[in-house]
């Protein structure tokens, strides 16, 4: 009888083992066919309508499937200029006029759509996100799948001398920037697994496990050193031209510690004067497909609309 009850007790645990292993396989599958997407977006913006077209075209090219777009009290024509693209259902805008946006815009779009998005990132409309080599971002953020967020470094661009806001695309715009990798990091987080907003450019993440840059180092704050853009990269038009940096001051900061803002132009001018010191022509590889995709948009949207896309439009 006792070995009769040892043998009942271990095919008992034996059941619950199994038990507990579907149920995790099963959470597991379901968590997976709730995903839609496997790569996008969230962003806060103000004033930026005669940039939006860009940016979400070229954050296409790259691999990124949907945006979700938070705007802040803007001004301009940011309606017209998202219209094509909430109608094809590949941007999702929220009116979010509470000031500062952050942290609530993040949280809220993590609460909204954690469940539908293997990868969020986090990034601003003057911020472009690109695979150093190749083409796909998708395809890079399979390798890090384990950490609960990629820290990707930004790359700080300058003026390139412009006084006034030249026509034509952000990227061929703005060629020049500091001659270094910053040790500011953005991130690319997996939504399911963070814990509570950082600040902009960080999160906490669950069971207190950190990020990683992309040699699979730890990254636990907004820094990080050493910086590295050998495999994935941010270029940050931080400056674009004078006129440009007038209106960012202007508009005001998304977030009480957000030094990117300036508000005044003196820091403007300091921050300039050391971001036009070599040239990189990088990102221009995806200038071809993106003035294509542009034309297309322009062809079905109306002449009216060319204006808008090539950054001449708009209300600062």
Same mark, same amino acid.
């Given at each position: 009888?006792?070995?009769?009850?040892?043998?009942?007790?271990?095919?008992?645990?034996?059941?619950?083992?199994?038990?507990?292993?579907?149920?995790?396989?099963?959470?597991?599958?379901?968590?997976?066919?709730?995903?839609?997407?496997? +790569?996008?977006?969230?962003?806060?913006?103000?004033?930026?309508?005669?940039?939006?077209?860009?940016?979400?075209?070229?954050?296409?090219?790259?691999?990124?499937?949907?945006?979700?777009?938070?705007?802040?009290?803007?001004?301009?024509?940011?309606?017209?200029?998202?219209?094509?693209?909430?109608?094809?259902?590949?941007?999702? +805008?929220?009116?979010?006029?509470?000031?500062?946006?952050?942290?609530?815009?993040?949280?809220?779009?993590?609460?909204?759509?954690?469940?539908?998005?293997?990868?969020?990132?986090?990034?601003?409309?003057?911020?472009?996100?690109?695979?150093?080599?190749?083409?796909?971002?998708?395809?890079?953020?399979?390798?890090?799948?384990?950490?609960?967020?990629?820290?990707?470094?930004?790359?700080?661009?300058?003026?390139?001398?412009?006084?006034?806001?030249?026509?034509?695309?952000?990227?061929?715009?703005?060629?020049?920037?500091?001659?270094?990798?910053?040790?500011?990091?953005?991130?690319?987080?997996?939504?399911?697994?963070?814990?509570?907003?950082?600040?902009?450019?960080?999160?906490?993440?669950?069971?207190?496990?950190?990020?990683?840059?992309?040699?699979?180092?730890?990254?636990?704050?907004?820094?990080?050193?050493?910086?590295?853009?050998?495999?994935?990269?941010?270029?940050?038009?931080?400056?674009?031209?004078?006129?440009?940096?007038?209106?960012?001051?202007?508009?005001?900061?998304?977030?009480?510690?957000? +030094?990117?803002?300036?508000?005044?132009?003196?820091?403007?001018?300091?921050?300039?004067?050391?971001?036009?010191?070599?040239?990189?022509?990088?990102?221009?590889?995806?200038?071809?497909?993106?003035?294509?995709?542009?034309?297309?948009?322009?062809?079905?949207?109306?002449?009216?609309?060319?204006?808008?896309? +090539?950054?001449?439009?708009?209300?600062?």
């Amino acid at each position: 009888m006792r070995e009769l009850s040892h043998s009942a007790r271990d095919w008992l645990r034996r059941i619950r083992r199994a038990g507990r292993q579907f149920f995790h396989a099963a959470s597991a599958a379901m968590e997976e066919y709730r995903i839609r997407y496997e +790569l996008t977006a969230g962003m806060k913006f103000k004033n930026a309508a005669r940039f939006l077209p860009e940016w979400l075209e070229f954050h296409q090219i790259v691999g990124f499937e949907h945006f979700y777009l938070y705007n802040n009290n803007s001004t301009d024509d940011y309606i017209e200029a998202l219209a094509p693209y909430r109608d094809e259902g590949i941007v999702t +805008l929220y009116e979010w006029p509470q000031t500062p946006a952050f942290p609530k815009a993040d949280q809220h779009c993590l609460a909204h759509h954690r469940h539908e998005a293997r990868w969020i990132a986090f990034l601003d409309d003057d911020e472009f996100l690109f695979p150093t080599q190749g083409e796909n971002v998708r395809k890079i953020l399979r390798r890090y799948e384990p950490y609960p967020a990629l820290a990707v470094h930004w790359l700080m661009f300058g003026s390139s001398g412009h006084l006034r806001r030249p026509e034509g695309l952000v990227l061929e715009n703005y060629l020049l920037r500091t001659d270094r990798v910053s040790s500011t990091i953005k991130s690319i987080v997996n939504p399911r697994r963070v814990a509570a907003p950082g600040n902009t450019h960080r999160w906490l993440y669950k069971n207190g496990i950190i990020a990683a840059d992309e040699s699979e180092r730890p990254v636990e704050h907004a820094s990080a050193i050493p910086a590295a853009a050998a495999i994935l990269r941010i270029n940050h038009y931080w400056s674009k031209s004078l006129e440009d940096g007038q209106n960012k001051v202007a508009r005001g900061a998304v977030d009480q510690w957000a +030094l990117e803002n300036p508000r005044s132009m003196e820091l403007w001018y300091d921050f300039d004067r050391r971001m036009n010191e070599v040239e990189d022509r990088e990102i221009l590889r995806f200038v071809p497909e993106l003035k294509r995709r542009l034309d297309m948009r322009a062809q079905r949207s109306g002449e009216r609309s060319i204006g808008r896309i +090539l950054n001449t439009g708009g209300v600062a």
